[in-house]
Each structure stands twice: as structure tokens, then as C-alpha cells.
């Protein structure tokens, strides 16, 4: 009987076991044994297939299990395995972070119970389960919930929900406001229907009637009015939604959401009285107007579209009429511009139409697609006119243009054509470009622009004049300073500016034709000064060296006056007009502050630049005062550590950095000699430069470096101290650049090369750097491509 009971003891055992891998097999957790007599865990597949550890991978002690919690979570949730160990209780779960093989941590619920052995804990054996996924399942639902949420008060869309069984609605805020905030009370389908306006309310309840009818189940779309229940204000409402149904038919549901169009039916009813407003303009214009119903393609048009079409006003038109009467050869012209009309809403086209007496006709088609509130194009709207006269002549000017072209081309003397009263150059012939020495790229510009070198000299207001009197100009051994090859040199020509008008007497070009007369010229003048110097040079030299001495004096001390009353005046004024400024910064923020809500847009708009143009006046201000300010007192230069400048610096502009997304790369600099204040001007001037002109596409990088200067381009370079050495310091980027023609300019004051709508600035900086320069004996250049970026360079003395 023993033997029989332990074998059956056995048997059961057996089976246990046995049950217990197939259950750890079969399940998807991860199931683990901790022998707590002999320190070991096991663990089933589970452990490789869900985190990934091999089984050679795993210790045989409970470390294998602790070591691999994350560090945030290990101390709890192991004190508090412990505590239920030594309390002797039964049943333990935690959720914590898990480490998978691949180093990243997994969220895990994990749950176990200990088996005991008279009255003690021996073995505990628990579950472990990856929850990570629905963690993250869980999360993207919140998100989603909220983002729906946000969505819905950021659309300010009004939400409700209609129970047909009791016919009780239920409203967020939005939807109570937009209808006036009804009571409690009224929040019923029967009392809230009252607040629809009577002319919409049978139309309303129709449309309920077919949305919750099973038969149809159809989209509730509707738009009406409704009167505030406490405010008895009107608004514009467009509502949709949806009922839903049980198994049986019967509505159970009718929700959906409601959103304000007042202003949208307003702004097409003031549409709609324009249109008619200006079909009557358009009429008395000579022009014809149409429009097309695109649901039904009907037309409605004018009689005088008709005549412009088809040359007869009794004509009866449709589309598949007007399409015919298009010539073959220009509907490829009409399909594109449909197709274009499509993307961006504006139809525009000229092409030919043939009458019904076979003459041809060009005709300017401008139209516009109307839109529904849901987008889709709903009428085509647009006017026709008749402009064979201007095609024609247009016609004739090109055959007239071809021929002045030839005559240009072929002229034995440089000849170009200045069109409008910008001068925009045209038809310059091969010895004109040769002239100007930059190539055919400024066909097409401005002449002030392709030639700014121009401003200042006598022949761009020469042109304005000829442009308002119509009479020609000629001159002999006239000056012109050029620049050719990127230097600037000086030019002497025999040149005719003559007139051509158009038929209403008008000028509409200027023909500019030129001779090289400046070898002759220059010949002339070294003759001329020649014989004065040698006539006058021994009578004259040393009275001459007598008064320049006197002068140089008498100038010296006029300068140091000079500079100190501008150093006074340069101080009270700005004070004096940054205090205006300052007032009319103060009052226009509280004007926006105080009254935006009853200024339009335009006021808004009109208030805004004049703080900014207040803003440009104030830094201008500020920038003429620092560069009056500067200098050049042998007391106050001392060693200046250029890297403790550019820290600085960098600090002042860190923000401005951030946000260009700047890449600042500085390699160690030296020790110079100068004005720590000045220095810092100059760098910053320089970096803030390269941060603000930076090409918008790519990204801003600034490098900042130097070498020391060798004797041979020392002596290249101007100005110079003998007795020291200098460094040469290079500021590097990779933004917009500019053309070096320009390089003189952009360190004059006040010289831009851009707009401001383009860059910010007052366009002293650069002046100030070579004021800066100049102060310290030194010198500063630039190296530039428009598109490759720039680098300025800076010559600075180093410590004797």
C-alpha cells in the first residue's frame, strides 16, 4: 500500500513537471524558477525569443535577473522581492524596465509566488511579461485623444451629441456659444430648434428627418442660421454629422460638429455685389464678360463677348461655339492655361479666334474659378477683350527693333540703346561691351546697376535729362571712370546721346554712341603739365614747401578741433533724436497695445513699419555715434589676446547664432597691439556679418584664422607701421558673397548692397571696421563670389 501511494506520489509529480514546461512552452511570457536553498533561476525560452539572451548567455544566480534591471528601478523592486521573501507571504508582482540583449530596456509586468517548506520560502516561480507594446499603444491613444481635442478648440469647431430615444442634446462650450448659450432647460431637440431662424427651421428638421431615417442613412450636411438664445445674436452655421444604428434599424446616436461661416457668407455676398459692380465696369470698358456653370457647362455672356468672339453681338454663343471658333493652330495655348487654372485658380491666355467672316482676331482671355466650401470649382467667371490693335503693333515695333538691332551690330563705332527711364541696356554691339569691360551678363539691367562705378559721375543725370527734354547731347575727351577687370580705371571718350521718340513725341530710348579718344587725351594732358611744371617748378618750390608747412599746421590743429566739437555734436545730437525716437517707439507699442482690436490690418500694417522704421533710426543713430567716437590715442593700445575678443564676442551674438544655425570654427589667435574696445567693434562688426548674409539653403559655416605677414606683402600693402610686424587675420564664410567691382563701396557709409526687406542693417558697419583699420595703421580687404561666400581680410601690428 506504501509503495503503491509513492509511486502514485511520483506519477503526479512526473506530471506536474510535465505540465509545467508545457506551460512554460506554450505560453508567451517569460517563466522563471528561483531556487532560493541553492541561489539558481531558471528560465525558459522565453528568455531568448522575447529579449533575446541565449541560454548560454545567462548566469545561473538570481544576479542574471537582478543586473538587468534598470538601474532607476533595481533597488525597489529588489528590496522589495526581499521584504515579501522574509515576510513569508505568497504572492509578489512589480512593473519596472527590463534590459534586452541589444542593450535597449523593455517594460515589464512581472508577477510570482513562493512555494513554502515548513513555514519557509524555498522556491518562488513567477511570469515575466513584455507590456512595452502596449505601453506605447496606450500612450499613442492619449496622444491621439489630445491632439483630436486640441484640433477641435483650435478649428473652434462645436461639438454635439443628439440621443433620439429621450431627443436630449448634449454640447461642448464652443457649440453652447454658438447657440448664445441656451439654458439647461432648453437642452432638448424640440427647444432647441425654436433658436433656428423661422425662414430655415423647416429645412433643418428635414434634413434630421432623412439622416435618421434607416431607409436612407443619409450624411447630415447643412448650413442656416440660428438666433443666440441669450444673446439674440445671428450667426451663420454649417453642421455635419452622422447617425448611427443597432442591429435592428433603430437610431441610437446622432452626433457630429458645427462651425461658424457668418464671415464667409458675408465676405460672398459683398463678392457677389462686386461681380455685378464690375460686369458694369467691364461693359463700359469696351471688354466682354462670361460665366460658366461648370455642373451643367452653361454660359451666360455678355453681347459684347460675343462680338469679340465670334464679330457678331446676336451671335448665340456655347462653349462647343467658342471652342470652334478658336484658331487651330493656338488651342494647345487654351489647354495649358486650363490646366494652369487648375493648380492655381486664375485662367489667362491670348490667342487668335476666327470670326464668322473668317478674319482672325487676338483675343486676352482673363478669368477665375469659384470655390464651395468644400473646394471643389463650382462657376468659371472672366472677361474678354479685343487686342489685335496692340498685337499688331507689337508686330511692327519687333520688324522696326530687328533692324535698329542690325544697324547697331553692324555700326563701326561702339553703340548701345538705353530703353525707358531706367536705362535699361539693350542691343550693346561687341565694341561698346569690350567698352565696359563686363561682358554680355548686363544686357537687360538697369544701366546704374550694371555700371554702378556711374554714380557721381555726369552721365547718368545727362540721360535723366535727355529722357524729360528730348534733346540730345554730345561731348569731346569726356571723362569716365571704369571699371575693367575688376579695377577701376579711367577712360576718356567723344560720345553722342541721341533721342528716340515714339509716335506721341515721347522718348522711349536713348541711342549712345562712343569713341576711345584716351590715349590722345592723356597724350595732351602729360604735354600740357609738362611744360606748367618745368615752367613753374623752380619758382615756385620752395614758397610752396614754406605754405604746406604752414598749411599742414594750421590743418593739424583745425583737426583736433574739429574732431572734439564732432565728438560733442556727435554725442548731444544722438542723445537728442534717440529721445523723439523714443517716444515714438513707447506710444506706437501702447497704441498696438490699446487699440489693436479696433484697428484693420492696414492700420496694424502702417503702425508696425513706423516702429521699425523708428528701430532702423535708433540703431543708425547709435552706429554713427560709435563711429565718431573712434580714436587713435597711442594711450589707450596695449596687447590685446584676439581669442579673449572673439569669446567675447561670440557670448554677445549667441543668439542670433542659434537661431541661423551658425557653425563658428575659431583657430588660435594671437596677441596684437591696439584698442581692446576698438578690436571688439571690428570683430564683432565682421562675424555678425557673416552670420546675417548667409546663403538661406545651405549651412552657415564661419572660420576664423591667421598667419603672420612676410616682408614681400608688406610692402604691397599701404599705410603700414615700419617698426612692427603684422598679422594677418581672415574671416571666413560660405554665404551670399558679392561681386568684388564692388569693394570699394561696401566700406563707405551708408553703402548696401541689398535691401533692407532682404538684410537688417544701417550700413555702417563696415565703414566703422575700416575706421577701426585705419586707427590701429592697419589695413582691410575682402575676397568674394557672389554665391561662394567672402572673407575679409585684416592686416593688425603685433606687440614690438
Same mark, same amino acid.
Given at each position: 500500500m506504501t509503495d503503491i501511494t509513492l509511486n502514485e506520489r511520483k506519477n503526479d509529480l512526473l506530471l506536474a513537471i510535465e505540465r509545467f514546461k508545457l506551460v512554460a512552452k506554450a505560453t508567451h511570457d517569460v517563466i522563471w524558477d528561483w531556487d532560493l536553498a541553492r541561489g539558481t533561476v531558471w528560465w525558459n525560452e522565453g528568455m531568448q525569443e522575447i529579449f533575446g539572451y541565449r541560454p548560454e548567455d545567462i548566469e545561473a544566480g538570481p544576479n542574471s535577473w537582478f543586473d538587468r534591471i534598470h538601474p532607476d528601478d533595481q533597488e525597489q523592486v529588489v528590496k522589495k522581492m526581499h521584504a515579501l521573501i522574509e515576510k513569508g507571504e505568497s504572492n509578489w508582482s512589480d512593473f519596472y524596465r527590463f534590459r534586452r540583449a541589444d542593450g535597449s530596456y523593455a517594460h515589464v509586468h512581472d508577477r510570482g509566488y513562493t512555494i513554502q517548506s515548513g513555514g519557509k520560502p524555498v522556491r518562488m516561480v513567477g511570469s515575466m511579461m513584455d507590456i512595452s507594446q502596449q505601453l506605447r499603444s496606450d500612450k499613442a491613444r492619449q496622444e491621439s485623444e489630445e491632439n483630436l481635442t486640441f484640433a477641435i478648440q483650435a478649428a473652434q469647431l462645436g461639438t454635439w451629441n443628439l440621443n433620439p430615444a429621450d431627443q436630449t442634446v448634449l454640447f461642448n462650450d464652443r457649440c453652447r456659444e454658438l447657440y448664445g448659450y441656451p439654458a439647461d432647460t432648453d437642452m432638448h431637440y424640440e427647444r432647441l430648434i425654436q433658436f433656428v431662424h423661422p425662414d430655415d427651421r423647416t429645412r433643418v428638421m428635414e434634413a434630421v428627418g432623412r439622416t435618421l431615417d434607416p431607409s436612407l442613412r443619409v450624411p447630415y450636411d447643412i448650413?442656416?442660421?440660428?438666433?443666440?438664445?441669450?444673446?439674440?445674436?445671428?450667426?451663420?452655421? /454649417?453642421?455635419?454629422? !452622422? &447617425? @448611427?444604428f443597432n442591429p435592428s434599424g433603430k437610431p441610437i446616436r446622432f452626433s457630429g460638429i458645427s462651425r461658424e461661416i457668418t464671415s464667409e457668407i458675408t465676405s460672398q455676398e459683398k463678392i457677389a455685389w462686386a461681380d455685378q459692380q464690375a460686369?458694369?465696369?467691364?461693359?463700359?470698358?469696351?471688354?466682354?464678360?462670361?460665366?460658366?456653370?461648370?455642373?451643367?457647362?452653361?454660359?451666360?455672356?455678355?453681347?459684347?463677348?460675343?462680338?469679340?468672339?465670334?464679330?457678331?453681338?446676336?451671335?448665340?454663343?456655347?462653349r462647343n461655339i467658342l471652342l470652334a471658333s478658336l484658331h487651330p493652330d493656338d488651342i /494647345?495655348?487654351?489647354? !495649358? &492655361? @486650363?490646366?494652369?487654372?487648375?493648380?492655381n485658380g486664375e485662367l489667362r491666355y491670348e490667342a487668335r479666334f476666327i470670326w464668322n467672316d473668317t478674319s482672325v482676331h487676338w483675343v486676352r482671355v482673363l478669368g477665375r474659378y469659384l470655390y464651395d466650401s468644400l473646394g471643389k470649382a463650382v462657376s468659371l467667371s472672366g472677361i474678354v477683350m479685343d487686342i489685335t490693335d496692340r498685337i499688331e503693333s507689337e508686330q511692327r515695333l519687333k520688324v522696326n527693333e530687328e533692324h535698329l538691332r542690325t544697324l547697331i551690330e553692324q555700326a563701326p563705332v561702339a553703340t548701345a540703346l538705353f530703353v525707358g527711364e531706367e536705362m535699361v541696356i539693350d542691343i550693346p554691339n561687341e565694341a561698346m561691351l569690350k567698352f565696359w569691360g563686363k561682358g554680355r551678363s548686363i544686357?537687360?539691367?538697369?544701366?546704374?546697376?550694371?555700371?554702378?562705378?556711374?554714380?557721381?559721375?555726369?552721365?547718368?543725370?545727362?540721360?535723366?535729362?535727355?529722357?524729360?527734354?528730348?534733346?540730345?547731347?554730345?561731348?569731346?575727351?569726356?571723362?569716365?571712370?571704369?571699371?575693367?577687370?575688376?579695377?577701376?580705371?579711367?577712360?576718356?571718350?567723344?560720345?553722342?546721346?541721341?533721342?528716340?521718340?515714339?509716335?506721341k513725341g515721347e522718348v522711349y530710348a536713348i541711342l549712345d554712341m562712343a569713341v576711345d579718344v584716351t590715349e590722345q587725351v592723356i597724350s595732351r594732358q602729360e604735354l600740357e603739365q609738362s611744360e606748367e611744371r618745368y615752367r613753374q617748378l623752380a619758382a615756385e618750390l620752395e614758397r610752396r614747401v614754406g605754405q604746406r608747412t604752414d598749411e599742414l599746421h594750421q590743418a593739424n590743429i583745425e583737426l583736433m578741433n574739429s574732431n572734439n566739437n564732432l565728438q560733442q555734436f556727435a554725442y548731444a545730437a544722438s542723445h537728442d533724436m534717440q529721445e523723439p525716437l523714443r517716444k515714438i517707439q513707447s506710444f506706437g507699442s501702447r497704441l498696438l497695445l490699446t487699440y489693436s482690436d479696433k484697428l484693420d490690418e492696414n492700420g496694424k500694417y502702417m503702425l508696425n513699419r513706423i516702429q521699425d522704421a523708428s528701430k532702423r533710426m535708433s540703431a543708425m543713430i547709435d552706429d554713427l555715434l560709435a563711429y565718431s567716437r573712434l580714436t587713435t590715442r597711442e594711450g589707450e593700445f596695449e596687447k590685446v589676446a584676439l581669442d579673449d575678443v572673439v569669446d567675447s564676442v561670440l557670448a554677445d551674438l549667441e543668439i542670433s547664432i542659434q537661431e541661423q544655425k551658425t557653425d563658428i570654427i575659431v583657430e588660435g589667435l594671437p596677441v596684437v597691439w591696439g584698442n581692446?574696445?576698438?578690436?571688439?567693434?571690428?570683430?564683432?562688426?565682421?562675424?555678425?556679418?557673416?552670420?546675417?548674409?548667409?546663403?538661406?539653403?545651405?549651412?552657415?559655416?564661419?572660420?576664423?584664422?591667421?598667419?603672420?605677414?612676410?616682408?614681400?606683402?608688406?610692402?604691397?600693402?599701404?599705410?603700414?607701421?615700419?617698426?612692427?610686424?603684422?598679422i594677418r587675420l581672415e574671416v571666413s564664410d560660405n554665404g551670399i558673397g558679392f561681386d568684388e567691382i564692388y569693394l570699394d563701396r561696401i566700406f563707405q557709409m551708408f553703402q548696401r548692397l541689398h535691401g533692407r526687406s532682404e538684410f537688417s542693417g544701417s550700413g555702417i558697419g563696415l565703414a566703422l571696421c575700416k575706421k577701426v583699420v585705419q586707427n590701429h595703421q592697419g589695413y582691410i580687404t575682402a575676397r568674394s563670389q557672389p554665391g561662394k561666400g567672402a572673407t575679409f581680410i585684416v592686416y593688425l601690428p603685433v606687440p614690438r
Open positions: 448650413r442656416y442660421r440660428v438666433i443666440g438664445a441669450s444673446d439674440r445674436k445671428l450667426r451663420w452655421l /454649417h453642421c455635419t454629422g !452622422q &447617425a @448611427y460686369a458694369m465696369t467691364i461693359e463700359g470698358s469696351g471688354a466682354g464678360s462670361f460665366m460658366v456653370t461648370l455642373a451643367n457647362n452653361e454660359i451666360i455672356y455678355s453681347p459684347t463677348m460675343a462680338r469679340i468672339i465670334t464679330g457678331s453681338e446676336s451671335a448665340n454663343m456655347t /494647345h495655348i487654351r489647354n !495649358q &492655361a @486650363y490646366a494652369e487654372a487648375e493648380d544686357i537687360g539691367k538697369p544701366l546704374r546697376e550694371a555700371l554702378p562705378e556711374l554714380e557721381g559721375q555726369p552721365f547718368l543725370s545727362i540721360l535723366d535729362r535727355i529722357y524729360k527734354t528730348g534733346e540730345a547731347h554730345s561731348e569731346q575727351g569726356a571723362r569716365a571712370d571704369l571699371v575693367v577687370d575688376g579695377q577701376l580705371q579711367t577712360f576718356y571718350y567723344d560720345y553722342t546721346y541721341k533721342p528716340l521718340k515714339n509716335a581692446r574696445s576698438q578690436l571688439t567693434q571690428l570683430v564683432q562688426n565682421l562675424i555678425s556679418n557673416a552670420v546675417k548674409y548667409r546663403l538661406p539653403d545651405q549651412e552657415s559655416v564661419i572660420r576664423l584664422s591667421y598667419r603672420t605677414l612676410d616682408g614681400a606683402e608688406k610692402e604691397t600693402l599701404p599705410k603700414l607701421l615700419p617698426d612692427h610686424k603684422y
